[in-house]
């Protein structure tokens, strides 16, 4: 069964498990133990074919996980309100998705990454379609995922690499030409377990 708007709503009123990088790489060390807070978006929106999660693919010049998939998010700025403030505005600069267009559904835990950041995951329900502006400082691309695929244990895999002189698994998930892999895919996970009751 796929999810619908109230569905949801009854599962983020659930307590969910906090998720880390650290979730498959219990030895592993990070750069530090100061933790930035970051918001990202994950954009549910409703098409015909059922309901879709909204993602990007950064821009290949970044300095910082250049060409990954992610979630429009980043830093929360001192002038925002909130965590879900964050996840707007950066929805908004990265995709040009204006935040009336967005009902808050609610979060789920924080993810801590091996980079030093806490992401708050918002969800965000969008009926309305909106023309795409990419930002194209920041995205090469924004794409849709369908929330069926995302739902389903199966398609996701543990792989693993060599980062920093250490060896660290990830989730992924991929979909079609896009590797959706590390935090992104770990947030997709969380969701799909926090959904897998309905």
């Known amino acids: 069964m796929i999810p619908q708007q109230a569905d949801i709503l009854r599962a983020l009123a659930r307590p969910g498990g906090a998720s880390s990088d650290y979730d498959l790489n219990p030895g592993a060390s990070g750069l530090g133990t100061a933790k930035k807070e970051a918001g990202v978006l994950v954009p549910l929106i409703e098409r015909p074919s059922g309901v879709h999660v909204v993602l990007t693919k ?3 010049h970044l300095s910082s996980h250049p060409g990954q998939i992610a979630f429009p998010g980043g830093k929360r700025d001192v002038g925002d309100a ?3 403030a964050t996840a707007l505005r ?3 600069e990265e995709t040009g998705l204006d935040p009336s ?3 808050i559904l609610g979060q789920l835990p924080a993810h801590e990454t091996v980079t030093g950041f806490n992401i708050t995951p918002t969800i965000g329900w969008i009926r309305t379609p909106w023309v795409v502006k990419a930002d194209p400082g ?3 691309e924004v794409f849709e995922v369908p929330l069926s695929h995302v739902m389903m244990e199966r398609n996701f895999q543990v792989q693993s690499r060599h980062w920093r002189g250490q ?3 990830y989730y992924c998930v991929p979909y079609g030409p896009y590797y959706i892999w590390g935090a992104t895919a770990r947030i997709l996970r969380g969701l799909a377990d926090q959904l ?3």
């Open 82 to 84: 909130d965590i879900s």
């Open 90 to 92: 950066e929805a908004h």
């Open 167 to 169: 060896r660290r698994s």
């Open 138 to 140: 920041e995205v090469a």
């Open 58 to 60: 950064r821009a290949a």
């Open 196 to 198: 897998d009751p309905l």
């Open 101 to 103: 267009l967005v009902q």
